[in-house]
């Protein structure tokens, strides 16, 4: 039997989220690629990039109307090729915030290399018109908080866009895929 109590927070909880608090159950889907980026482009939300891939970090944005759906994806974000990713998304009303999670490995600690990578999610229920796009990094071991990245609106009028988050070239940690980059193991002088 459950308490008065644990009734009265649930309904409290009910009460102060009607019609707007973040929810991971708004989260449809959340994809990270391995190194080198997604196989299929489709899953950058690219068409066709003509090898322009590794020449700069693009956000884009795809809405799908008729599911009510907002996908976007970050192509060729250059991180530490060791290490564990995860996306994160929260939204309260017409504010979609992001944050991109980077941590060194338990096991294999950093391999102080970059490699590219892709992450994308997609949201559902976001109603067409304008909505504001927050989208932050948080790599654990190199700052204090996350650093936003970019923040801005999107007019969901439109069915899909992208902005250029960094336009420096990625050089030689961004190739297509290839064999996992491993730790070098280091010996100690004795």
């Known amino acids: 039997m459950v308490s008065s109590r644990i009734w009265t927070a649930i ?17 449809q889907e959340t994809r990270i690629s391995e190194q080198g980026g997604f196989q299929d482009p489709e899953h950058r939300l690219a068409t066709s990039e003509g090898g322009r891939y590794c020449s700069a970090e ?11 759906t ?27 915030e992001i944050t991109e999670r980077d941590e ?3 096991e294999e600690g950093r391999c102080s290399e970059q ?5 994308s999610v997609g949201v559902q229920g ?34 899909a866009g992208a902005v250029v988050l960094d336009e420096t070239s990625a050089g030689a940690g961004c190739q297509t895929q290839g064999p996992r980059r ?9």
């Open 115 to 119: 490699c590219a990578f892709d992450l």
């Open 70 to 96: 907002l996908r976007l994806a970050d192509a060729r974000l250059m991180l530490d090729c060791c290490g564990r990713r995860a996306i994160h998304v929260e939204r309260i009303d017409s504010l979609v």
């Open 126 to 159: 976001v109603p067409r018109g304008e909505i504001y796009v927050k989208l932050l990094r948080d790599v654990v071991d190199r700052q204090g908080s996350p650093t936003v990245i970019w923040s801005g609106s999107l007019d969901l009028d439109e069915t």
């Open 11 to 27: 309904a409290m909880a009910g009460t102060l989220c009607a019609g707007g608090c973040s929810s991971a159950a708004a989260v």
């Open 182 to 190: 491993r730790r070098s193991a280091t010996v100690a002088a004795r």
């Open 104 to 106: 060194p490995d338990v």
């Open 58 to 68: 693009v956000l884009r944005w795809h809405y799908d109307e008729p599911a009510s």
